[in-house]
DNA sequence: ATATATTTGCCAATATATGACAAGTCATCA
DNA sequence: TGATGACTTGTCATATATTGGCAAATATAT
């Protein structure tokens, strides 16, 4: 799977039996533009996944989070140390909470 | 601190006495670039980091790593749900491995 | 075949990142 | 104190990447 927020947000559509011509225009996009997100060709804005959530009437936190772990992915994608690096990430991201 | 990369090219560059009007050029970059680079102003290239490993005379993996870590962070950074969305990428690229 | 849904390819517009340079700060010391 | 050396900061033009939008192509279904 190439994007696991474009794949949970091509589901939900699918589950409340909207069309990409339907739900584009609310996001104020093309169905090209959208068609791409959902097969993970191009990435939504921040703004956009906010958007979906409330137009799907989801959970903002959850394709906040899928979208999130997308571009983690894609930064690290063909490399190595991939794991090592998040790890590493984790711990700075933990300590800031603190 | 706001960049693991620049941080640890900077003690290194300590170490072996190297001023960045020394170390920049053989970078092929100015000196300005190689400041901001170590204090995280500015993300260095991928080649970049394995010049810079080559010259210092360090393994290239430690350096790649962090220098990944930076680049998730950034992509994180602000977000409620960072070490959500790390653990489920970290399960992609565990998954991908396989 | 026709109609509808989605995908693909392309290009112009926009945004972001980069490199280069000049001027700035700061510390040291003659 | 003022000259020097190391580093930092700000700016700007340009290179690079991302985006939006459209038209055409390809499914998919009737």
Chains 1, 2 share one sequence.
């Not at 994007?3 to 011509?21: C, D, M, P, V, W």
Request: proline share 1%; net charge positive; hydrophobic share 45%.
């Amino acid at each position: 799977m190439k994007s696991k927020f474009g794949h949970k947000i091509r589901i939900l559509r699918g589950k409340q039996k909207l069309l990409l011509r339907e739900l584009a225009p609310l996001l104020e996009m093309d169905t090209a533009q959208l068609s791409k997100i959902e097969r993970g060709e191009r990435q939504a804005k921040k703004e956009t996944v906010l958007k979906i959530a409330k137009i799907l009437n989801v959970n903002s936190d959850e394709l906040v989070t899928l979208w999130l772990a997308d571009q983690i992915c894609e930064v690290v994608k063909d490399e190595k140390n991939a794991l090592l690096a998040m790890m590493v990430a984790e711990e700075s991201v933990k300590y800031l909470k603190k």
